[in-house]
């Protein structure tokens, strides 16, 4: 196996860093950061003590939510003139859920490559210790905090098969839990996972239901990742009767009248709501419901 080992002039280097366990810092990403011109970091304080512990001395530079337009540039000039940097956040990969994805994007757009240390990443973190299904999920990060995108989004995840993924504060948690119950139901499953990597990690498995309750006796402190179970797919073409005449009986137990069943009928089925009609014509006569 051949090994990507130098570090270049010109090249932005995305740079995982502990999510709270310092010995998770790699060897790739010590010989990274020892070698880069400067570090980009989210917050330079926290970044430098890491430094400092790992005896890194690096000049750093403050990339973050509020500079990132004009900073982005200033990093971007510098790669283009042939220095390498170093882009590390507060934790854990950059760009995700954090502005790193912006500084990746516009050395795209000008032509600077991009490499990848790969480590720490609270999301996926959280999905291995979930008990939940892994082989699909979504990654949806922090709730948007405005009322209409929060709901649009909510609205959209309620149809949602695949084990999901959240990013929560935890002064936001209880609201975040409540409105999870209500738009999926309170027995769906969670796995809210708490300081991972930590001294006080936990996984704590149960329904959203389950939740509520908990933090509703107790205050949320520290960093929290909640993984929730999908839900099940809505209704397809392949889930209804093949009885024609069953399936409009389910239909109108399901509170439609009986025209109104035999046009839902007939469109599951992708069949004019004549030809449905003649089907079911054709089963009452037929007495064999086909
Ligand atoms: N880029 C980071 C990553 O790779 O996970 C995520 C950055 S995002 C700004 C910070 C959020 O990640 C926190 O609010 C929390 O939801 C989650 N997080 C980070 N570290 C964590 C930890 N040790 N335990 C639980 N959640 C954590």
Not at 14 to 25: E, K, R, Y
Not at 184 to 195: N, V
Not at 268 to 277: E, I, Q, V
Request: glycine share 10%; hydrophobic share 40%; net charge negative.
């Amino acid at each position: 196996m051949e090994e990507k080992n130098k570090t270049l002039g010109g090249v932005l280097y995305l740079v995982a860093t502990p999510i709270g366990n310092l010995a998770d810092l790699s060897e790739r990403a010590l010989k990274v950061l020892s070698e880069v011109d400067f570090v980009a970091a989210e917050d330079t304080r926290n970044s430098g003590l890491l430094l400092s512990r790992c005896g890194i001395q690096k000049p750093l530079v403050s990339y973050f939510e509020h500079n990132k337009r004009e900073r982005g540039e200033h990093i971007v000039g510098r790669l283009l003139a042939g220095e390498s940097c170093a882009l590390v956040t507060d934790a854990g990969t950059p760009a995700i859920s954090d502005p790193g994805e912006d500084l990746v994007r516009l050395c795209a757009e000008r032509g600077v490559p991009v490499s990848s240390i790969p480590g720490p990443c609270a999301a996926i973190t959280a999905l291995t210790l979930s008990a939940l299904p892994t082989r699909r999920f979504t990654f949806e990060g922090f709730l948007p905090t405005e009322n209409k995108p929060r709901r649009e989004l909510l609205d959209e995840l309620s149809h949602e098969t695949r084990t999901m993924i959240f990013y929560e504060a935890p002064h936001r948690l209880r609201a975040t839990l409540e409105l999870f119950s209500e738009t999926f139901g309170a027995d769906r499953p969670i796995t809210l996972c708490r300081e991972l990597t930590k001294l006080n990690e936990e996984a704590t498995r149960t329904t959203l239901g389950g939740a509520v309750a908990l933090y509703s006796g107790k205050e949320p402190r520290g960093e929290y990742v909640l993984v929730i179970g999908g839900g099940k797919a809505k209704a397809g073409a392949d889930d209804y009767p093949e009885d024609p005449a069953a399936h409009v009986e389910a239909l109108m137990a399901g509170g439609l009248d009986r025209m109104e069943a035999i046009k839902a009928a007939a469109k599951a089925r992708g069949l004019s709501k004549g030809k449905f009609y003649a089907m079911l014509e054709a089963a009452k006569t037929d007495g064999n419901g086909r």
